[in-house]
């Protein structure tokens, strides 16, 4: 050990100059600071040599320092110094050279490993890089910063300067390394890849089959050819050597599938690998870990029974225990369909839209108005007292030139009126409270039919109760009612199971078990608590329904447990071989798990799946799916785990974590771009699907979406004229195939009842019907859909998209509809050659008017133009024909019911209705050159000719509704 101090006359200057270092000593790991405080400093924070130096009249030893500053000691002795600054700078070579010789082999294999980045043999994925990341960076924590040129050899100074590269950039070498690899690897399987299938894969199936990050996602549209893809995965690892045939796991969602692709990869490469099904997986896992398979519950994997055992838990136990029954009750009275009122919507249209889609059908049977109106009629048949929906009024009104009087209730018994009233409370402009209605109603007339309507009942001398939608808000509309009731009708609750059975003659029950047990298996696979879900479901405008929702889950789910005894559902086995391969007790053999429909997974699958890959360091998840394709959250699929894959299967590297790669095959076998491209616009009008490219098959020269409007009890007559437009476009020398013609539909009930007889009067066609669902990986020539209005059971279908389901999903679906749009572009891409929508002409859902109305996809309409080309003034729905029975037509609002306006057709044709044109538009011009002049006192009348006690005059068309009058103009014969 060498050591060298000051001197006591130099150790007093240097403290007065700031200096506290009064000595230094060498040893093996470098120089300790003598001083206040011993400090160390290690030959790797050596920057240069140890030099001596002169300052004032002293003499001294200067070590650059690798952060940039300094040690130094003043006062020594030159000959000191100079003999100090030899042994520390001789010890510090001594030190790299040992060190070096040391590291020699670890640097070596490090330096190969970056020098072959590039030019990489394999995928130079994130997991096989981390050791190695994680080894340089060891490496070079030991070398010191700056190592002079002459202490190491040029071949060591070259291998430390890649390693310190590749430490530095480590995300930009591998970033570059993979692009690198791919075009060679490209290069050098080409044949194989032209091979593997029947016909050469795509330039984008061969990137994904190359592909091979920690986890890669493939994103497979309709008709991409992703089996092909999956099935060259295989045979690739295998042919590279990547993988051996008993490493390689393929997951699919239905046996036929996993069968189908574990035969035509042992047919093209020659090696069987295991295929199995979530379900056939999670009970080998089980099996070997417990020594025994466990025992299935009958409703495991069958969603008809499953939803049997929902229904019969509600029936048997829930309805039949008191303090339950009510809370069921409650739940199909106030809470059924997800509430929303006017002030929700910026349209009078667009609320009736919604209205028509729920179908407000009260428990007594009658459709009402609003939800507020459905929750009322509930309350007072659940409580046995007997009403009648807008009766007309008892009295005449001989004076009246409003619509003829109906007020919302009449008792039965005791002939007392009720009137809801759609107002709100705010604050005026002055401060004072005050009374307010929906954006799109006209406040100041609201509240004079109110005032009228007061009136009316205070000068016949009839009771009047008044309920308001105030009341609603406040979460006491129907206790309200109880309280001004009490005087006039006494409460006699009916019993529950006869409600239930009622409820089950409506339809309700069998809506209600299906979210439930969409809740159930999103709860139950995602591993959630009842305390968990009351937490998020708190807040927000469906709190008060969240709660309603739990308060019956919680029992429902006692007894769904208690049913299942010594069995389990298909949600626990997943849980529980998750917990058997977390816990080690299962040993996975697999280090490549190739996912097919991965669009339909639930976070209970994705949990085994993560388990599974985190049994081996360099083990890989390779998926392919379409999120655009995922119609499963009936069956617990989760899309988010989807939309954010590298979030959750994704590796770390350089600090950076969720490393994937996603690849869009974008190529679709299937349809023509017609049907391709609008398809894609349509599903990405929710901004929260993945934006990927569609490439057609074809290129058609027609518009290849069409749609055909039919009447009430005109469906087959639509059906058939469909079917003669698709027998009208075979060529009579046709040789090839029978066309295909697919019938689907949103559910079974639409079904032709004739389908036989269809197919007996078109030999000419292969017709079949199939759900929407079940045609999921189908194709045929020509698709028709069914039955596409606006509905509860209609499409898009009223019951999918519960929010209550967004108290067990990550997230909630924000887009309305999503599911459903998602499945209506499954309907869409089932077709090669064209797609035909057939759809209510006065119920339409919002899916047909979004198609008709957007000039992007290009859809044109079969049989009579112009249905959806007038407008009704008084809600801005369409106006839609009706033939009276004389002959003549009248043109209704498509939301009769709610909004009730007509028209007459033009006197001239009975055709059509006129619209406001001329210069100024003074006039009402009809499509067959029919001119009216315009009403004053509307926007959408127009004036005829009318004989009065006075003679003759202008009267508006839209009499007694509206008065509007004109002078006729004196003849000049």
């Known amino acids: 050990m060498t050591q060298i101090e000051r001197s006591k006359i130099a150790g007093l200057i240097s403290r007065l100059l700031g200096e506290e270092a ?57 000959e000191a110094a100079e003999s100090f600054a030899e042994a520390a700078n001789a010890a510090w070579r001594q030190h790299v050279v040992e060190l070096f010789d040391e590291i020699d082999p670890e640097l070596r294999t490090l330096s190969q490993v970056v020098e072959r980045l590039s030019a990489p043999r394999r995928y130079p994925a994130a997991c096989l890089l981390v050791p190695y ?147 056939a997986l999670g009970l080998s896992i089980i099996k070997e ?56 919507f910026k349209t009078r249209d667009a609320y009736y839209q919604y209205i028509e889609s729920h179908e407000l059908r009260t428990l007594q049977g009658e459709v009402v108005r609003s939800f507020e109106e459905c929750e009322i009629a509930n309350w007072l048949y659940l409580n046995g007292i007997a009403y009648v929906y807008e009766p007309a009024y008892k009295h005449d009104l001989p004076g009246n030139n409003r619509r003829a009087y109906t007020p919302d209730f009449r008792l039965s018994e005791s002939g007392v009126y009720i009137e809801h009233f759609g107002v709100r409370k705010e604050r005026g402009p002055d401060g004072k409270e005050r009374l307010t209605t929906a954006p799109f109603v006209d406040r100041e007339r609201y509240l004079e039919d109110m005032i009228w309507k007061r009136q009316v009942h205070q000068e016949h001398g009839t009771t009047l109760i008044e309920t308001y939608s105030y009341e609603r808000m406040e979460g006491r509309l129907t206790e309200a009612l109880a309280e001004k009731l009490a005087p006039f009708a006494t409460p006699a609750p009916i019993p529950p199971e006869q409600i239930f059975e009622k409820l089950n003659e409506l339809g309700r029950v069998d809506a209600f078990t299906q979210t439930l047990g969409t809740f159930l298996r999103h709860f139950k696979g995602a591993g959630l608590s009842l305390e968990a879900c009351r937490r998020r479901s708190e807040t927000g405008a469906e709190a008060r329904r969240n709660k309603a929702f739990l308060d019956i889950f919680d029992p ?33 053999p697999y280090r490549h798990l190739l996912v097919d429909e991965f669009q339909d997974i639930s976070e209970g699958r994705a949990k085994l799946l993560r388990a599974l890959k985190a049994q081996h360091e360099d083990a890989r998840i390779f998926a392919v799916g379409d999120d655009w394709q995922s119609i499963y959250r009936f069956s617990g699929s989760d899309i988010h785990l989807m939309r954010d894959f590298g979030d959750e299967f994704g590796g770390a590297f350089a ?60 469906e087959e007559a639509a059906l058939r004229a469909t079917l003669e437009d698709i027998r009208g476009r ?67 279908s009223a019951i ?37 929508i057939l759809a209510a002409q006065d119920r339409p859902s919002v899916f047909v008017r979004e198609l008709v109305e957007g000039a992007e996809y290009g859809v044109v309409l079969l049989g009579e133009a112009g249905l959806a080309e007038h407008k009704c003034a008084a809600c801005g729905g369409r106006m839609v024909p009706k033939e009276a029975g004389n002959g003549r037509r009248r043109f209704v609002c498509e939301h009769g019911y709610l909004c009730g306006a007509s028209l007459p057709t033009c006197g001239v044709c009975g055709r059509d209705i006129p619209a406001r044109g001329g210069p100024s538009g003074e006039e009402m011009i009809c499509s067959c050159g029919a001119r009216y002049p315009s009403c004053p006192s509307c926007s959408d009348g127009w004036l005829v000719e009318r004989n009065g006690q006075y003679g003759a005059f202008l009267g508006c068309t839209r009499y007694p509704a509206c008065k509007g009058k004109g002078q006729l103009k004196a003849s000049t014969g």
């Open 556 to 588: 429902v789910l006692l007894v769904y447990q208690r049913r299942l005894a010594d069995r389990i559902d298909f949600e626990d086995m997943i849980a529980r071989a998750t917990d058997h391969v977390a816990a080690g007790r299962y040993k996975s």
């Open 730 to 796: 075979i060529s009579s020398g046709r040789t090839q195939a029978v066309p295909s013609v697919l019938l689907l539909g949103r559910y079974h009930h639409v079904c032709p009842k004739n389908l036989s007889k269809l197919e007996a009067d078109y030999p000419e066609l292969s017709i079949r019907f199939l759900t929407v669902h079940a045609s999921k990986g189908l194709e045929a020539d020509h698709v028709i859909i069914l039955k596409v209005e606006a509905d509860r059971f209609g499409f898009p």
């Open 289 to 344: 870990a417990e020594g025994q398979a466990p025992a299935l519950a009958p409703h495991a994997s069958d969603d008809v029974q499953f939803r049997a055992l929902l229904r019969d838990i509600l029936k048997q136990e829930i309805v039949r225990s008191e303090a339950t029954a009510r809370l069921v009750l409650r739940w199909f009275s106030e809470f059924f369909w997800p509430y929303r009122s006017e002030w929700d």
């Open 22 to 78: 009064r000595g230094l000593c060498l040893n093996e790991a470098g120089l300790q600071v003598l001083g206040p405080s011993l400090q160390e400093v290690s030959f790797r924070d050596f920057a240069g040599p140890v030099a001596v130096t002169r300052r004032l009249w002293f003499r001294g030893l200067l070590l650059p320092l690798t952060d940039g500053s300094s040690l130094q000691l003043l006062g020594v002795r030159r």
């Open 800 to 836: 999918v998209d519960d929010p209550l389901l967004d108290m067990v999903l990550p997230a909630p679906e924000a887009f309305e509809h999503a599911e459903e749009r998602r499945l209506f572009y499954v309907a869409l891409t089932r077709a090669r050659q064209s797609v035909s």
């Open 133 to 279: 990341l994680e080894r340089a960076a060891a490496l070079l924590s030991r070398i010191p910063t700056q190592v002079p040129g002459d202490f190491i050899s040029p071949e060591q100074q070259q291998r430390l300067a890649a390693i310190a590269a590749f430490a530095k950039d480590p995300a930009g070498l591998r970033d570059a390394a993979i692009e690198t690899f791919i075009g060679t690897e490209l290069r050098e399987t080409a044949v194989f890849l032209d091979s593997i299938e029947s016909n050469p894969l795509t330039p984008e199936q061969r990137l994904a089959v190359v592909s091979d990050e920690d986890a890669t996602l493939v994103l497979a549209g309709a008709g991409s050819g992703k089996t092909s893809v999956i099935v060259a995965k295989a045979a690739y690892l295998m042919r590279q050597g990547i993988r051996q045939s008993d490493e390689i796991l393929l997951v699919a969602f239905g046996a036929k599938a996993a069968e189908e692709m574990a035969s035509r990869i042992e047919t093209r490469s020659g090696a069987a690998v295991d295929a199995r099904t979530f379900h």
């Open 655 to 714: 600090g950076a974590t969720g490393i994937h790669r996603l690849v869009d095959l974008g190529r679709t076998f299937r349809s023509v771009d017609k049907i391709a491209l609008p398809a894609r616009s349509f599903v990405l009008k929710n901004p929260s699907q993945i934006e990927k490219q569609v490439i057609s098959a074809g290129t058609a020269d027609a518009a290849a979406i069409k749609v055909a409007y039919y009447g009430r009890g005109q």
